[in-house]
């Protein structure tokens, strides 16, 4: 009986090492991206792509590059052929967001009137070093199929942005990259094409790629931008800033779960940071006695042993910091076990409610909507700004359009599948459809018909009903005449994204690690089988868009 029971306990740990040898097998050989891979960006090299890895970038100054270059050859196309082209124009800007450019010109806004834009006799350059949003407005005729005359202006124009969240811009520069090749492939084929005709009938679709929002984030592979802000918090307006300043900073549990999302001792101008000041401050007149327990707790901490505090406004992003790789492992068990017990106890439901829901009192801690800071005390960040300005002054969309809007993010959901997100509903929830513009119910049906399997299949929105502050709200994408969802593409399990987030930011506030690695891992997954769905999924909503 036993040596019968040796027999097959050896059967199962051979088989368990050859299950583990097989997926790492497969994990490093047939679904890793190839390190070296050949994509000129030259017109000649750009129609012979071949490499599916050439629409991904392993860094911000990559993305850029391809997406600035692309823009550049479809305006040398439209100089070069007569009308026989599907892409009318192209048009391009670019945003520094730095804000050193505040002392300069005296406000972000007086920066944005100096800037000019590039149309078709000129090429967009890029400023080497710089931290920039770039823009491309393209003006395409699509085929009328519903006996629209070509001058008619009454068709669904489009924006499409990436990279809010800084490393989360990796797959929505990737689906732009996509649609700019397909054009470029496209145009090609048409001039070389003599006898290719347009037809008689055919409307103006206007499309506005805006890449890479926050650009420092992606540069450094963070979520947040160089001030600790969540951009996706921070478009309110004055009335939201007045609500979210008066409201009890623990009304989703962030306070509660403080320890938890920011393990280090934040400090601020008047030395340790202190939730009643940091309220009071802000205008909030409620009751504060758990704030004041928060603050006593982190006093006990301070007095009984040595601080990890915040080096506010002067965190090295650079070799300097440590990577004492014992130490670093020792943190990344901490922060896991720490995590896994709160959601143990207090449930995943609200811990995921309280870090999605945002703060804006405390810079340096965790999911920081912004507000509370040097240069930008109640205003919006410098990206918000420019992003306005690329809609409204750029692409001119105003009260004439009708425009829907996707902006592409990782982290939440199934691996590689996607859910379209917009305050905090999916889009198939139908109990706010019946209020909106018919144009927008007819949009939101066509979508679920098309994507409702996939759709149908998550649940990804829990936490998110008091979130505002992009395209969750209504200051950039108004309606009757905008239409704004959040495409939502999964990475990993929920505990690992959470992970990940605490260890960044408190590497980035503390200086003393750079876990930039932990965010790249859990929102820009580098496998082959996760590019390739993730890529087809966002592809086909913006053919879907593009075809509405």
């Given at each position: 009986?036993?040596?019968?029971?040796?027999?097959l306990?050896?059967h199962?740990?051979?088989?368990?090492?050859?299950?583990?040898?097989?997926?790492?097998?497969?994990?490093?050989?047939i679904?890793?991206?190839?390190?070296?891979?050949?994509c000129?960006?030259?017109?000649?090299?750009?129609?012979?792509?071949t490499d599916?890895?050439?629409?991904w970038s392993?860094s911000?100054?990559e993305?850029?590059?391809?997406?600035?270059?692309?823009?550049?050859?479809l305006?040398?196309?439209?100089?070069?052929?007569?009308?026989?082209?599907?892409l009318?124009?192209?048009?391009?800007?670019?945003?520094?967001?730095?804000?050193d450019?505040?002392e300069?010109?005296?406000s972000?806004?007086?920066?944005?009137?100096t800037?000019?834009?590039?149309?078709?006799?000129?090429?967009?350059?890029?400023?080497p070093?710089?931290?920039t949003?770039?823009?491309?407005?393209?003006?395409?005729?699509?085929?009328?199929?519903?006996?629209y005359?070509?001058e008619?202006?009454?068709t669904?124009?489009l924006?499409?942005?990436?990279?809010?969240?800084g490393?989360?811009?990796?797959?929505?520069?990737?689906?732009?990259?996509?649609?700019?090749?397909e054009?470029?492939?496209q145009?090609?084929?048409?001039?070389?094409?003599?006898n290719?005709?347009?037809?008689?009938?055919?409307?103006?679709?206007?499309v506005l790629?805006?890449?890479?929002?926050?650009?420092?984030?992606?540069?450094?592979?963070?979520?947040?931008?160089?001030?600790?802000?969540d951009?996706?918090?921070?478009?309110l307006?004055?009335?939201e800033?007045?609500?979210?300043?008066?409201?009890?900073?623990?009304?989703a549990?962030?306070?509660?779960?403080?320890?938890?999302?920011?393990?280090?001792?934040?400090?601020?101008?008047?030395?340790?940071f202190s939730?009643?000041?940091?309220?009071?401050?802000a205008?909030y007149?409620?009751?504060?006695?758990?704030?004041?327990?928060?603050?006593?707790?982190i006093?006990?901490?301070?007095?009984?042993?040595?601080?990890?505090?915040s080096?506010?406004n002067s965190?090295?992003?650079?070799?300097?910091?440590?990577?004492?790789?014992?130490?670093?492992?020792?943190?990344?068990?901490?922060?896991?076990?720490?995590?896994?017990?709160?959601?143990?106890?207090?449930?995943?439901?609200?811990?995921?409610r309280?870090?999605?829901?945002?703060?804006y009192l405390?810079q340096?801690g965790?999911?920081?909507g912004?507000?509370?800071?040097?240069?930008?005390d109640g205003?919006?960040?410098?990206?918000?700004?420019?992003?306005q300005?690329?809609?409204?002054?750029?692409a001119?969309?105003n009260?004439?359009n009708?425009?829907?809007?996707?902006?592409?993010?990782?982290?939440?959901?199934?691996?590689?599948?996607?859910?379209?997100?917009?305050?905090?509903?999916d889009?198939?929830?139908?109990?706010?459809i019946?209020?909106?513009?018919?144009w927008?119910?007819?949009?939101?049906?066509?979508?679920n018909?098309?994507?409702a399997t996939q759709?149908?299949?998550?649940?990804?929105?829990?936490?998110?009903?008091?979130?505002?502050?992009?395209?969750?709200?209504?200051?950039?994408?108004p309606?009757?005449?905008c239409?704004?969802?959040?495409q939502e593409?999964g990475t990993?399990?929920g505990?690992?994204?959470?992970?990940?987030?605490?260890l960044?930011n408190?590497g980035y506030?503390?200086?003393?690690?750079?876990?930039?690695?932990?965010?790249s891992?859990?929102f820009?997954?580098?496998s082959l089988?996760?590019?390739?769905?993730?890529?087809?999924?966002g592809i086909e909503?913006l053919?879907?868009?593009?075809?509405a």
């Amino acid at each position: 009986m036993l040596s019968s029971l040796s027999f097959l306990f050896r059967h199962i740990i051979i088989a368990l090492l050859l299950i583990a040898v097989t997926q790492i097998l497969w994990i490093y050989t047939i679904d890793t991206p190839k390190s070296i891979y050949h994509c000129p960006l030259n017109r000649n090299g750009l129609i012979q792509w071949t490499d599916e890895n050439c629409y991904w970038s392993t860094s911000y100054a990559e993305a850029r590059e391809k997406f600035v270059a692309l823009g550049n050859v479809l305006r040398q196309q439209i100089a070069d052929s007569s009308d026989a082209l599907d892409l009318v124009d192209v048009k391009s800007i670019s945003y520094d967001v730095s804000d050193d450019l505040i002392e300069k010109y005296g406000s972000y806004k007086q920066y944005l009137d100096t800037l000019s834009i590039a149309g078709e006799e000129e090429s967009q350059h890029i400023s080497p070093g710089r931290d920039t949003i770039d823009a491309l407005f393209l003006t395409l005729r699509v085929a009328d199929d519903d006996n629209y005359s070509k001058e008619n202006s009454n068709t669904l124009d489009l924006i499409h942005s990436s990279g809010v969240h800084g490393v989360e811009g990796y797959l929505g520069s990737a689906v732009q990259i996509r649609i700019l090749h397909e054009l470029v492939v496209q145009n090609e084929d048409h001039i070389l094409d003599t006898n290719k005709s347009l037809g008689t009938k055919y409307k103006t679709r206007k499309v506005l790629l805006i890449h890479s929002v926050n650009p420092f984030g992606m540069r450094h592979h963070r979520r947040t931008n160089e001030n600790n802000v969540d951009l996706n918090r921070n478009a309110l307006n004055e009335e939201e800033w007045e609500m979210i300043r008066m409201r009890d900073p623990n009304f989703a549990g962030y306070v509660d779960l403080d320890s938890v999302l920011n393990p280090f001792v934040a400090v601020d101008n008047h030395g340790l940071f202190s939730w009643v000041n940091a309220a009071r401050s802000a205008g909030y007149t409620g009751e504060v006695s758990r704030l004041q327990q928060r603050d006593e707790e982190i006093r006990e901490v301070t007095s009984s042993e040595p601080l990890i505090t915040s080096k506010r406004n002067s965190v090295s992003l650079d070799s300097e910091q440590s990577f004492d790789i014992w130490s670093q492992q020792a943190e990344i068990m901490q922060s896991a076990m720490r995590l896994i017990r709160t959601m143990v106890t207090v449930g995943y439901a609200r811990t995921k409610r309280a870090f999605v829901s945002s703060q804006y009192l405390k810079q340096s801690g965790s999911q920081y909507g912004g507000g509370a800071h040097q240069y930008h005390d109640g205003e919006w960040e410098n990206s918000i700004y420019a992003v306005q300005h690329a809609i409204n002054k750029f692409a001119n969309f105003n009260e004439n359009n009708k425009v829907f809007w996707i902006d592409v993010h990782t982290g939440l959901g199934a691996y590689g599948e996607f859910a379209m997100l917009s305050t905090g509903t999916d889009i198939i929830d139908e109990t706010s459809i019946e209020s909106k513009p018919e144009w927008v119910q007819k949009l939101t049906a066509r979508l679920n018909d098309s994507f409702a399997t996939q759709i149908r299949s998550k649940n990804v929105s829990t936490g998110y009903e008091q979130t505002r502050g992009f395209v969750n709200g209504l200051v950039l994408c108004p309606l009757p005449n905008c239409f704004a969802k959040t495409q939502e593409f999964g990475t990993r399990k929920g505990v690992f994204v959470g992970m990940a987030m605490v260890l960044e930011n408190k590497g980035y506030s503390t200086g003393k690690y750079n876990f930039a690695f932990s965010t790249s891992w859990a929102f820009n997954p580098h496998s082959l089988s996760w590019r390739r769905k993730s890529l087809k999924g966002g592809i086909e909503m913006l053919h879907a868009a593009l075809d509405a």
